[in-house]
Nanobody, 127 residues
């Protein structure tokens, strides 16, 4: 198992960029796939992006394609989510989650596939 801690959230204006980090504890982090989800008030948790355990495969939600970029550094036990051209609709609590390495594009967007979650970080985008 791993423990996850998100950081980098904050209040920005529309059009700005923000970088979120997910730091993990434990030597087995490199064995987990990692994803970012988000949850806005009154809405269900929503998939944002997924990265394979090696970093060689990524998958994005439609709204994130072209604006967001997920990457990982297994030597530093971190996963980063670069968010550009932020919109007020991106306002939410962002969570990172760790899951098994065998997830594919048909199920890596499902919160139920991930067993470890961070506490979340608030991202607020003003218009």
């Amino acid at each position: 198992q791993v423990q996850l801690v998100e950081s980098g959230g904050g209040l920005v204006q529309a059009g700005d960029s923000l970088r979120l980090s997910c730091s993990a504890s434990g030597p087995t982090f490199k064995n987990f796939a990692v994803a970012w989800f988000r949850q806005a008030p009154g809405k269900e948790r929503e998939f944002v992006a997924h990265i394979s355990r090696t970093g060689g495969g990524t998958h994005y939600a439609h709204f994130a394609e072209g604006r967001f970029s997920i990457s990982r550094d297994n030597a530093r036990n971190t996963v980063t989510l670069e968010m550009n051209e932020l919109k007020p609709g991106d306002t939410a609590i962002y969570y990172c989650a760790a899951g098994p390495p065998g997830l594919g594009t048909w199920n890596n967007n499902l919160p139920s596939e991930y067993g470890q979650w961070g506490q979340g970080v608030q991202v607020t985008v003003s218009s």
